[in-house]
């Protein structure tokens, strides 16, 4: 006789930097027990790839919401996670670049909104620009928007991983299981796993990213979620400082910064393909970028590249809180390549509704069916 499924009250699919924030946030608030179900591994998709970015400069009201809650957990993450591994923010900047004055009036609006939110964002001129990074030449640029409280963490899967830590410690279970469907199964939720094995639980929160359509597509939904490759050129650690802040150009189609192992790392913010055939023409990209922008990295040898993939929905927001008809089922997902820098303030909404807590306003907003009322916000601020 096969055992009976494993019960929980709150499933969680997926174990990177959202779902374990959520898993966290609930055992704070003693919801359990609490499983949370990784096909792959503690950050092996998405959360393990990314490169550790955190910044406030955004064009809609929400996203700085969710940032400012974000930077503010991140400041003070070693003391509230209480782990081995102690991350910590590094507040270099970024600089924005602008080219054109329509650039720079768009990056103006943004600033203005982030100021308005208790952003401490600026526009910068060109000469502002060079003074803020060394070694950057701003021929050909009109100014851009500068943030110091913005930055990054140097070893993000370390983040992923106290985070992990933290909430093991207070009673969640991570099992490393491929769930493959969801059923409504009597008030709960039957969890069908890939080795034909269940689980029960209460509510279910995906936080599957790019899987997620494919998740849910046995209960009919449309989620509006596109698999979109990223790519990344990393140095070998160089022992001088190089680049800080952080630098995006969008004009330029090119971004760069140097993390505090010495590592440089830089894009071709439209790279997109296979990697074979467009490696040489990202390179192109990204060697015209530095040229025009950022000489002193001329010398820097980008031996590697790396792949990783963004869950992108059509407002370049995220998918978060119920769905319609669907009861005690959530959704944590399309962040499109964002969500490591907005999970502790998604962990803790999300969580605070599934507890039964009051429902934030975000939620609301960036609930599933906004796609049917087709009056998108959308997010411009994207890297």
Same mark, same amino acid.
């Given at each position: 006789?096969?055992?009976? *499924?494993?019960?929980?009250? %709150?499933?969680?699919v997926?174990a990177?930097?959202?779902?374990?924030?959520?898993?966290?946030?609930?055992?704070?608030?003693?919801?359990?027990?609490?499983t949370?179900?990784?096909?792959?591994?503690? #950050?092996?998709?998405?959360?393990?790839?990314?490169? #550790?970015? $955190?910044?406030?400069?955004?064009?809609?009201?929400?996203?700085?919401?969710?940032?400012?809650?974000?930077?503010?957990?991140?400041?003070?993450?070693?003391?509230?996670?209480?782990?081995?591994?102690?991350?910590?923010?590094?507040?270099?900047? =970024?600089?924005?670049?602008?080219?054109?004055?329509?650039?720079?009036?768009?990056?103006?609006?943004?600033? /203005?909104?982030?100021?308005?939110?208790?952003? *401490?964002?600026?526009?910068?001129?060109?000469?502002?620009?060079?003074?803020?990074?060394?070694?950057?030449? /701003?021929?050909?640029?009109?100014?851009?928007?500068?943030?110091?409280?913005?930055?990054?963490?140097?070893?993000?899967? #370390?983040?992923?991983?106290?985070?992990?830590?933290?909430?093991?410690?207070?009673?969640?279970?991570?099992?490393?299981?491929?769930?493959?469907?969801?059923?409504?199964?009597g008030?709960?939720?039957?969890?069908?796993?890939? @080795?034909?094995?269940?689980?029960r639980?209460?509510?279910? %929160?995906?936080?599957?990213?790019?899987?997620?359509?494919?998740?849910?597509?046995?209960?009919?939904?449309?989620?509006?979620?596109?698999?979109?490759?990223?790519?990344?050129?990393?140095?070998?650690?160089?022992?001088?400082?190089?680049?800080?802040?952080?630098? $995006? /150009?969008?004009?330029?189609?090119?971004?760069?910064?140097?993390?505090?192992d010495?590592?440089?790392?830089?894009?071709?913010?439209?790279?997109?393909?296979?990697?074979?055939?467009?490696?040489?023409h990202?390179?192109?990209?990204?060697a015209?970028?530095?040229?025009?922008?950022?000489?002193?990295?001329?010398?820097?040898?980008?031996?590697?590249? %790396?792949?990783?993939? =963004?869950?992108?929905?059509?407002?370049?927001?995220?998918?978060?809180?119920?769905?319609?008809?669907l @009861?005690?089922?959530?959704?944590a997902?399309?962040?499109?390549?964002?969500?490591?820098?907005?999970?502790?303030?998604?962990?803790?909404?999300?969580?605070?509704?599934?507890?039964?807590?009051?429902?934030?306003?975000?939620?609301?907003?960036?609930?599933?069916?906004?796609?049917?009322?087709?009056?998108?916000?959308?997010?411009?601020?994207?890297?």
């Amino acid at each position: 006789m096969s055992p009976p *499924p494993e019960t929980s009250e %709150v499933a969680i699919v997926g174990a990177g930097i959202t779902g374990l924030s959520v898993a966290w946030h609930l055992a704070r608030r003693s919801v359990g027990p609490v499983t949370v179900y990784e096909r792959s591994g503690v #950050g092996a998709e998405a959360s393990g790839v990314q490169p #550790g970015g $955190v910044r406030q400069q955004w064009s809609t009201r929400v996203s700085c919401d969710l940032a400012l809650e974000s930077v503010a957990f991140y400041r003070d993450i070693a003391a509230r996670l209480e782990t081995r591994v102690a991350p910590r923010l590094d507040q270099g900047g =970024y600089l924005f670049v602008a080219d054109s004055e329509e650039t720079l009036a768009g990056l103006a609006a943004n600033v /203005a909104l982030q100021n308005s939110l208790g952003i *401490p964002s600026r526009i910068v001129t060109a000469a502002e620009s060079e003074a803020l990074v060394p070694g950057l030449s /701003a021929d050909g640029m009109l100014g851009g928007s500068y943030c110091g409280e913005d930055g990054y963490f140097d070893k993000p899967q #370390g983040v992923v991983e106290a985070f992990a830590e933290a909430a093991q410690r207070d009673g969640v279970r991570i099992e490393h299981a491929h769930v493959w469907r969801l059923e409504p199964d009597g008030g709960g939720w039957l969890l069908q796993l890939a @080795d034909g094995t269940s689980a029960r639980a209460a509510q279910v %929160v995906v936080a599957a990213g790019y899987g997620t359509p494919a998740l849910l597509e046995s209960l009919a939904l449309d989620v509006p979620i596109q698999k979109e490759a990223r790519y990344l050129f990393f140095s070998k650690p160089i022992e001088e400082r190089l680049l800080e802040p952080l630098v $995006v /150009a969008g004009e330029r189609r090119f971004a760069a910064k140097q993390l505090a192992d010495g590592r440089v790392l830089a894009s071709d913010l439209s790279a997109d393909g296979d990697p074979e055939s467009g490696r040489r023409h990202w390179r192109e990209t990204v060697a015209a970028g530095i040229r025009t922008l950022l000489p002193l990295l001329e010398f820097v040898p980008f031996e590697h590249l %790396v792949e990783g993939f =963004y869950d992108v929905t059509p407002d370049h927001h995220p998918i978060l809180g119920s769905v319609d008809g669907l @009861d005690g089922l959530w959704l944590a997902v399309g962040f499109s390549g964002h969500g490591f820098m907005m999970a502790p303030a998604v962990g803790r909404r999300i969580a605070a509704a599934v507890a039964g807590e009051q429902l934030h306003p975000s939620l609301e907003e960036l609930s599933l069916e906004r796609f049917g009322r087709r009056k998108l916000v959308h997010e411009r601020q994207i890297v």
